[in-house]
Nanobody, 121 residues
Framework: QLQASGGGLVQAGGSLRLSCAAS????????MGWFRQAPGKEREFIGA????????WYADSDEGRFTISRDKGQNTVYLQMNSLKPEDTAVYYC????????????????WGQGTQVTVSS
């Protein structure tokens, strides 16, 4: 089970940190990715981090505003989002894959329930 949290309402230019806690099953050396989906749009890859936490990759569209990290001891992955814009408004999802370098949602097996992020102008 993946539990995403930390979403909310923030003003443009602000920051949020989302969390995704994994529990309830043995996932092995999983990779955790973050995606988002705005109303009427397709699900979009944000970035992902490998099991060790020393490797991560991001969508070009992130513009360096998003950073993913993980706490293996807590089995939790974080998405730090800075300089937020109204167009970042979406439901944010965490998901698990074992495919290194993956950015395709179809390659992610387990998904969290999503957390809403709303950025006001």
């Amino acid at each position: 089970q993946l539990q995403a949290s930390g979403g909310g309402l923030v003003q443009a230019g602000g920051s949020l940190r989302l969390s995704c806690a994994a529990s309830g099953r043995t996932l092995g050396s999983y990779i955790m990715g973050w995606f988002r989906q705005a109303p009427g749009k397709e699900r979009e890859f944000i970035g992902a981090i490998n099991w060790s936490g020393r490797g991560s990759w991001y969508a070009d569209s992130d513009e360096g505003r998003f950073t993913i990290s993980r706490d293996k001891g807590q089995n939790t992955v974080y998405l730090q989002m800075n300089s937020l814009k109204p167009e970042d408004t979406a439901v944010y999802y965490c998901a698990v894959t074992w495919k290194n370098g993956s950015s395709r949602s179809g390659e992610y097996t387990y998904w969290g329930q999503g957390t809403q992020v709303t950025v006001s102008s």
